[in-house]
C-alpha cells in the first residue's frame, strides 16, 4: 500500500521551514499570531510581517503579505542542507515535468519555486538570515509561547500518488490512515521526528493547516484563553484534544481570514532506520480523536487554496466520522 521511499534521495531535503499566506489585513492578522499564538515578529517591511516562534534563529517561519484577492495559501517551503541542492532540485523538477523558476525572497538565499504534482506551490531555499533566538526571553513572551513550524497538512485529490512523488525525495511515513487497502491519510517526515507533511484526500490542492510547537502542555490551553482575551474565542475550532496518530496533545485555532493553524506539544523521535510505520484503522473513532468529540464537517473540509492554482476533485470523496455525524448516530442509538 505505501509507495518506496528513496533512502538516498537525488537531493536533501532537511525540513519543513515556512508558510506564506495571504491575508486582508497584516497587521490584524499580526496580532492574532503575536498575541494569541505567541510568535516574534522578526521584521515588518513593504507591508509583509515576517514571523518566527521563540526557538527558532532563522528569520522567518511564518510570512504574512497582503491578499490581491481572496485570502490564500500563497506557497509552503523546505529547507534544502546545501546550496548545491537546489540545482540538483531544479533538475529533478523539470525531469518530471514540473519546472521551477530562481525567485528573490527577502532575507533567503537563492530560493528555488515549484510545484509538487497536486499544483501546490513549493518553495526551496538552503539558508535565511540568523537572528537570536528568544526562549529565554521570558520578559517578551506572549500567547501561547510558540516554538517553531514543525508540520503542514495538504489536502489533495491523489494523496497515495503524491505519497510516492515525496517518497522519491526521501520522505518516510511514521504513520498512516488506511480503510483496507486504500491509503486514506500519510503522515510523512524529513528531520528526526515523525512529520513534516501530512497528506489527506480531497478537493485540493489546498492547505489545511501549518502547525506549532508549544513549550508546554499548559500552553494549549493558554491559547485558548488569549484568544478569548483578545476576541478571538469563536477561532478556537478543534479540541484541545489528543490525537490518534503521533499521540500530542492539540487545538487548531482559525486565524481572522479562516487560515486554520495547530498548536500542540510535539512528537516523538524516527530517525532510526528500522522503524516500521504505524496503521490507523479509518473504521475507529479512536483514529479520529483519542479521546473526547470527533471534529465537525469544517475541520474536514475546509482549508485555504493555494493562490491562482486550479482544484482537482478526487475520484471518491472521503466520508468521514465528524461531529454531525457521530451526533446523529446517538440520537437514534
Known amino acids: 500500500m505505501l509507495p518506496a521511499v528513496n533512502l538516498k534521495p537525488p537531493f536533501n ?3 519543513f521551514s515556512h508558510v506564506v499566506l495571504e491575508v486582508n489585513d497584516v497587521g ?3 496580532d492574532f499570531y503575536v498575541n494569541v499564538g505567541g510568535l516574534v515578529e522578526t521584521e515588518f517591511a513593504d507591508g509583509v510581517s515576517y514571523l518566527r516562534g521563540l526557538s527558532e534563529a532563522c528569520h522567518h517561519s511564518l510570512v504574512l503579505a497582503p491578499a490581491g484577492g481572496k485570502p490564500a495559501c500563497r506557497r509552503i517551503g523546505y529547507r534544502v542542507f546545501l546550496e548545491e541542492d537546489l540545482d540538483k532540485a531544479k533538475i ?3 525531469e518530471k515535468g514540473l519546472p521551477g523558476e530562481w525567485v528573490e525572497v527577502r532575507n533567503q538565499g537563492r530560493t528555488l519555486l515549484v510545484s509538487d504534482p497536486s499544483g501546490a506551490r513549493v518553495e526551496l531555499c538552503s539558508g535565511m538570515s540568523v537572528h537570536p533566538r528568544k526562549f529565554l526571553e521570558v520578559h517578551e513572551h506572549r500567547g501561547a509561547r510558540a516554538q517553531g513550524l514543525d508540520h503542514c497538512q495538504v489536502i489533495v485529490a491523489d494523496p497515495l500518488g503524491l505519497s510516492a512523488f515525496y517518497g522519491e525525495l ?3 511515513t511514521s504513520e498512516y490512515i488506511a480503510a483496507g487497502d486504500d491509503l486514506i491519510a500519510n503522515f510523512m517526515y524529513r528531520k528526526g521526528v515523525c512529520l513534516d507533511l501530512a497528506l489527506v484526500p480531497g478537493i485540493g490542492p489546498r492547505l489545511h493547516h501549518f502547525a506549532y510547537t508549544v513549550a508546554d502542555s499548559s500552553d494549549i490551553f493558554a491559547v485558548c484563553d488569549f484568544a478569548s482575551r483578545y476576541g478571538y474565542g469563536d477561532s478556537v475550532e478543534r479540541g484541545p484534544g489528543r490525537h490518534g496518530p503521533s499521540g500530542v496533545l492539540f487545538v487548531y485555532l ?3 481570514d ?3 493553524v495547530e498548536f500542540f506539544n510535539n512528537h516523538y523521535t524516527t530517525i532510526d532506520a528500522e522503524l ?4 490507523w484503522d479509518a473504521a475507529s473513532l ?3 480523536v483519542h479521546w473526547g468529540m470527533p471534529a465537525t464537517s469544517k475541520w474536514f473540509f475546509e482549508a485555504s487554496e493555494f493562490t491562482g492554482v486550479p482544484l482537482e476533485r478526487p475520484e471518491k470523496m472521503p466520508n468521514p466520522m465528524t461531529l454531525e455525524r457521530y451526533a446523529e448516530g446517538l440520537a437514534k442509538s
Request: hydrophobic share 20%.
Open 13 to 15: 531535503i532537511t525540513r
Open 28 to 30: 490584524r492578522s499580526r
Open 92 to 94: 529533478f523538477f523539470e
Open 170 to 172: 526521501g520522505f518516510r
Open 254 to 256: 482559525r486565524d481572522p
Open 258 to 260: 479562516g487560515h486554520r
Open 276 to 279: 516500521e510505520p504505524i496503521r
Open 286 to 288: 479512536s483514529t479520529n
